[in-house]
């Protein structure tokens, strides 16, 4: 009997769980959103200093790892189109498939798992042990709302800057599949650009950054969230980092992968 | 809205639980305008739970909660928000951010809640420094302080807004008997001085009877007597008296809850 209704029972408690970090998580959204649009009529204001100091943790700081990621990605898309389409004497398609799979996935796919890796455990482990060594209890009966303080920053930064790192992602991913192809291709590369440019339409980009938008959001509140439910001091905040990174990389795949369906039906 | 005589204060049939374990039963607990209170009472019985009820860092199972006539629990954000400025609290690990510095720790509070200039804000932050004897530390790291300059640090915080109640978690433990004595003097001025407020919870019985107006001894969730220094010293209350004078307690064993919670499985 106990052995059926134990993993059963085991189960129960991980949807509830499940189910009630998810709630938590929209709380916190909402709550932020809130304290960003309406923080100053009730004495709790979002400080543009604090966000963009995030901005440039978040932003600022992952420019030259992005770019340099992005680039690889870019060359590497090159030399496996080419040598999957040469297989049907498709060459000529290379331009069009490394710009579309750039734009409206792995652009905005590797900038969200790279930020996810620096700043989403960042996040949570700044604000696990500030909730460990009672910080977060100090803010509040500072009359400082923590969710204020901490999580509507880097919300807003996370929001601007995701997209904006996508948007160079895609560039230089681009120009790294050029620099690759060019040669193969018979063309320069200032042709392969300008004939990606024509190619491209405005959706393609836009459907990478939607995707980064959501991206932002799900790292934050993961980051965030699992930072305010640390317990068990020092090794508690360990576990959470792990706990965050690997939660918003789990939800940006599957996320990206919904939104693709429905994008591209 | 509060008259001269409503204490700043008030609490009544508190219940605090944990899970399904019940940590306050019902206290009723009531602080006036300018006194300092000590809440003293064995490990595990209670008073960092009761402090945080007081704070508002907790919501109450059951009871009421009210801090300068506001019941925190029914407040609405604004009126939260006009309490909590009112109030200062230094934690018992200082609790000061540690990605900022000494002087901005203190001017936090300032720089969030008034429209003061930079100038002014850091004139009154370092004048806070300088009541606790840390005058001219404003630029060192919370990491890089002792554990009484962190204390004290944490206290300059809890007064930057020159608060009416002021609430001292565990101010003397880890530290050598003349800081502590110095941080006693230091809390005696500030009611003196400043007209504060104070509740201070505490393990330490002298530090308790040099500084306390009162005494709240709480003991596995209740409260066992709110009286004077002396009424606290002459009570024949046993478990006050084991307290005060260091015995080891005697534990009466129940036989059937120790069968029980050996043999008990996992909740
Ligand atoms: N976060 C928590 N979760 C569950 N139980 C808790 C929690 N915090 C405290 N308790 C329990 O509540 C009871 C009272 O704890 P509390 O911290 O209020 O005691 P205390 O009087 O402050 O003791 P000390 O002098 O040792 O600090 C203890 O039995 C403790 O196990
Ligand atoms: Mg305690």
Known sequence: MNTLTRPLESLGRATVHAFAGVGYAAALLGESLYFAVFGWRIGQPLRLRAVLEQMRQIGVDALAIVTLLALTIGVMLGIQFIAALSEFGAQSQVVVAVAKSVTREFGALITAILVAGRSGSALAARIGSMSVSQEVDALATMGIEPVRYLAAPALIAMLVMLPVLTILADAVAILGAALYSSPALNVTPAAYISQTLSLLSAGDVWQGIAKSAVFAVLITLIGVSTGFSVAGGAEGVGRATTRAVVLSICWIIVVDMIFSFFLNR | ??????????????????????????????????????????????????????????????????????????????????????????????????????????????????????????????????????????DLMPAQLSGGMVKRAALARAIAMDPKLLFFDEPSAGLDPVVSAELDELILRLRDALRMTIVVVTHELESAFKIADSITVLDQGDILMTGTVDAVRHCDNERIQDLLNRRPREIQVDADAYLKRLTEEAA
């Open chain 2, 1 to 138: 809205m509060t008259s001269a005589s409503a204490p700043l204060i008030d609490v009544t049939k508190l219940e605090a639980w944990y899970g399904r374990r019940r940590i306050l039963n019902g206290v009723d607990f009531a602080v006036n305008a300018g006194e300092i209170r000590v809440i003293m009472g064995g490990s595990g019985s209670g008073k960092s739970t009761l402090l945080r009820h007081l704070l508002g860092l907790h919501k109450p199972r059951s009871g009421t909660v009210r801090l300068l006539g506001v019941d925190i629990a029914r407040a609405s954000e604004r009126e939260l928000l006009a309490v909590r400025r009112q109030i200062g609290v230094s934690f018992q690990g200082g609790a000061l951010l540690t990605s900022l510095s000494v002087g901005d720790n203190v001017a936090l509070p300032l720089r969030e809640h008034t429209n003061l200039d930079e100038a002014t804000i850091r004139i009154m932050s370092r004048l806070k420094l300088e009541v606790v004897n840390l005058g001219g530390f404003q």
